[in-house]
Each structure stands twice: as structure tokens, then as C-alpha cells.
């Protein structure tokens, strides 16, 4: 059990940051929020008709309180899904991007807390100790020296935009994990997850609409036009492959959240989260393999830290 819950939090971490990398490349032939509401739009196509087969051919079905808890989780979750993309754009935006990235990296922290103090998940202080390691791998890895002392070099303002969004991404992507942990247990793995794409797209189309101006041409927060969609059909456009990878990042974001999911109901939230955590080292190695990036000490070290712990976890 122990094996399975490790290599389910592996599999995660491998989706969301293969999820992360098309969305990057995504953002920059559209808007970020374009291909965030894109991608969760995909998510949620996906599990309408992945539902309707399951619940058709498995004779699969919710008693009444289920089906409203796991809606009314739904609700915090699909916000904090909304929010947290919305933080973490603007964070990412505004910077500084050496503070920002490391401190988004350490939000299962804020599930573990949660789990511990609400769902009474317990770990054994060996477990403790390694799931510790691997979020301080994490960060470790995601921390970039030589941004941090160009950084350093000049008055750091620790209150700042960049940083205050980046706190808000933060405690949001913990509570997200936290509240998909939580409507499992009482749900099941995949009622949560459609939940929380219903909701986040609602949310994400309430940001839309009180932050584009009613006369403006073109708003960072404007919502795909038919004429853009229409793009599809060349593929090869700026426009056309920038939806193509969107929906290639929604595909494999559902795919994380659904595996996510499951893997809370075989290993404790707070571990699953923690391992999925190592989702950031996915996108590190693109960036080198693509970028030719080189590592630096602490990140050789980092990533190091990351693979032992995960091993003896297994183990």
C-alpha cells in the first residue's frame, strides 16, 4: 500500500508538470488567464464524458449526502483552484521570481497542517521526517542563486505585490489539495474533481467580468473569442497551436487531479500532496533539456534530497 501511494504521488507530480510545461508554452502564444480557462474547460469536457460512461456502464451511484457535501466542498475547492491560478499569474507577473517560485513550491505545508488539524491524519515521525525532506527538497531545488543575489543586492520589499500573491497561490494550492483530500473520503475520487472544474470555471469567468473593462479592446483577463477558437483550424498559427497546447495542459491537469484524488484514498492527503509537490523538478528538467539550463548546487542537492526521500518512502 505504502509502494502504491508513493508511485500514484510520482505519477502526479509527473502529469502536473508536464501540465505546467505546455502551459507555459501555451501562455506565451495566449494570454495567461486565456489558457488557464481554456485548459480548465478541457478538464471539465473530459469528465462530463468520462462520467456519463462511468456512471452508465459501472452503475455507479451518489446517495443524496454525498452528492451535496462533495458539491458544497466543491465550492471552496473549485474558488481556491480559480484563486490559485489567479495568485500565482500575478505573482509570476509582478515578482520577484526567485521569492515567488520556492514559496508557491512549499504549499503542502499548508495541507499537511490542515489534514492533521481537520481530517486527524497522523504520521509516524519516520514519515514525518522524510515527507519534511522531500518539501524542503522542493523548495530547495526550485531556488535559483543567482537570482537570489541579484536579488539580495538591492532592499527587498518582503510585503510587496509579487510576494503577497505569491502567500495568497500558496495557502490557496494547500487548500485546494486539502478540500480534494477531504470530499474523497466522502465522495469518492471523481465526483471531487468535477466539482471543483465546475466551479473554477465559474469563478474564472467572475474574474473575467469584473476585471475587463466593458469598452476596453483587449483585458489580461479577457475570456477566448469565437474568432480565436476559430484558429483551431490552423493548427500551425500562433493563435491555433497556443489552444492545441492549452488543451494538451487541461487533458493532463484532469489526469493529475484524478490520480491526485485516488491517491488520497491509498495514502494520507497530506503525503499524496507532499510527493506531488515534486511536480516543480518536472518543469526544472524541461527547462534544461529545452533551455540547456544548468543546475546549480543547491538544486543538484535539492533534487538529490527529493529522489532518496521518495525512495525510502516507498521503501
Not at 473530459?46 to 462511468?54: A, M, N, R, V
Not at 474568432?227 to 491537469?253: D, K, T, V
Not at 488520497?264 to 526544472?284: E, P
Amino acid at each position: 500500500m505504502e509502494l502504491l501511494g508513493v508511485g500514484l504521488g510520482v505519477a502526479v507530480a509527473l502529469l502536473w508538470g508536464s501540465s505546467d510545461v505546455f502551459a507555459t508554452l501555451a501562455t506565451r502564444r495566449l494570454t495567461t488567464f486565456k489558457a488557464t480557462f481554456i485548459s480548465h474547460s478541457t478538464g471539465l469536457l473530459l469528465l462530463l464524458l468520462s462520467g456519463i460512461t462511468i456512471f452508465w456502464f459501472g452503475h455507479v451511484s451518489y446517495t443524496g449526502e454525498a452528492l451535496l457535501l462533495s458539491a458544497l466542498i466543491g465550492v471552496f475547492t473549485g474558488l481556491c483552484a480559480a484563486l490559485a491560478s489567479f495568485a500565482l499569474y500575478r505573482a509570476l507577473e509582478i515578482g520577484p521570481v526567485a521569492i515567488t517560485g520556492p514559496l508557491t513550491a512549499s504549499s503542502s505545508i499548508v495541507t499537511l497542517i490542515l489534514s492533521a488539524l481537520i481530517l486527524k491524519e497522523q504520521l509516524t515521525f519516520p514519515h514525518r521526517s522524510l515527507v519534511a525532506l522531500v518539501i524542503c527538497g522542493v523548495v530547495l531545488a526550485s531556488t535559483s542563486q543567482g537570482e537570489l543575489r541579484l536579488l539580495l543586492k538591492k532592499p527587498i520589499n518582503i510585503f510587496g505585490p509579487g510576494i503577497r500573491w505569491a502567500i495568497v497561490a500558496t495557502l490557496a494550492f494547500g487548500a485546494l489539495d486539502f478540500g480534494i483530500g477531504a470530499s474523497a473520503s466522502i465522495a469518492g475520487w471523481f465526483l471531487p474533481i468535477v466539482w471543483t472544474r465546475c466551479f473554477s470555471i465559474l469563478f474564472l469567468a467572475l474574474i473575467a467580468w469584473r476585471k475587463s473593462p466593458l469598452h476596453a479592446q483587449e483585458s489580461p483577463f479577457s475570456l477566448p473569442s469565437l474568432s480565436e477558437l476559430a484558429y483551431l483550424r490552423q493548427p500551425l498559427s500562433r493563435i491555433g497551436s497556443g489552444i492545441l497546447l492549452a488543451l494538451l495542459a487541461g487533458i493532463l491537469e484532469n489526469a493529475a487531479a484524478l490520480v491526485f484524488s485516488f491517491d488520497t484514498r491509498v495514502a494520507t492527503t497530506g503525503m499524496a500532496s507532499a510527493i506531488a509537490s515534486s511536480y516543480s523538478l518536472v518543469v526544472m528538467v524541461f527547462g534544461i533539456l529545452a533551455y540547456r539550463e544548468r543546475l546549480a548546487k543547491n538544486q543538484f542537492v535539492g533534487l538529490g534530497m527529493v529522489m532518496v526521500c521518495l525512495f525510502l518512502l516507498a521503501l
